[in-house]
């Protein structure tokens, strides 16, 4: 009984994300945050690895809700990313979504 929860935690990871973190990833590519960003490398945005390494070590997910909110400019270069309302994508979406690229 005391290797359980090993056995537990190595099916997880050669299964894959967690139930929470593939809907984190499926509400962002719903509301399309995927047509100019992708995990792993710059597509139109930079990549959520990137944005992940660059508030490492930081509470940004506040200030990252807002920023997706509002829209913005210069961060990672001059092509601005428009403003997503509740109406693109929910609060509590948005706010796991935001913790989902922190994890990345």
Request: hydrophobic share 40%; aromatic share 4%.
């Amino acid at each position: 009984m005391r290797a359980l929860p090993f056995i537990l935690l190595a099916a997880t990871a050669l299964l894959g994300a967690s139930p929470a973190a593939q809907a984190n990833e499926e509400a962002l590519n719903k509301a399309g945050c995927m047509a100019c960003h992708t995990k792993d490398k710059k597509l139109v945005g930079p990549s959520f690895k990137d944005v992940a390494a660059k508030y490492q070590g930081q509470d940004a997910t506040a200030a990252l809700v807002q920023k997706v909110r509002t829209g913005g400019k210069g961060v990672y270069g001059p092509i601005p990313m428009p403003p997503n309302p509740p109406e693109k994508i929910n609060d509590a979406d948005l706010k796991g979504g935001v913790e989902w690229i922190l994890k990345q």
